[in-house]
């Protein structure tokens, strides 16, 4: 029903920003509740946080990024954002944006839809 894109990754200093782009294709953008999840190697994937459907909705973070990190989205472009301040060098990690219908939820098996990934390095 939806396709996802990310983008925007790449090699940040501790302490720096860095913005996520997640691009949809589909007529039904927003339908859907969309989340952003990291994975490290050898690490199972975790919840980062999540948006509900419409411009400007709740969110719902992850307690350690809670305050750092910030989504968005803009429904008319199809598009959705996590905003990354003050970066640690834990939180190097591949970046996926992941979507799905009802109710915002941290389990990454209740999202149907996924991206690629974009790789997050942080180090100095």
């Known amino acids: 029903q939806v396709q996802l894109v990310e983008s925007g990754g790449g090699l940040v200093q501790p302490g720096g920003s860095l913005r996520l782009s997640c691009a949809a294709s589909?007529?039904?953008?927003?339908?859907?509740?969309v989340g952003w999840f990291r994975q490290a190697p050898g690490k199972e994937r975790e919840f980062v946080g999540s948006?509900?459907?419409?411009?400007?909705?709740?969110?719902y973070y992850a307690e350690f990024v809670k305050g750092r990190f910030t989504i968005s989205r803009d429904n008319a472009k199809n598009m959705a954002y996590l905003q990354m301040n003050s970066l640690k060098p834990e939180d190097t990690s591949v970046y996926y944006c992941?979507?799905?219908?009802?109710?915002?939820?941290?389990?990454?098996?209740?999202?149907?839809?996924w991206g690629q990934g974009t790789q997050v390095t942080v180090s100095s």
């Open positions: 992941a979507a799905k219908r009802g109710a915002q939820v941290r389990d990454v098996d209740a999202y149907a839809y």
């Open positions: 589909g007529r039904t953008f927003g339908s859907y509740v």
């Open positions: 948006i509900i459907n419409w411009n400007g909705g709740s969110t």
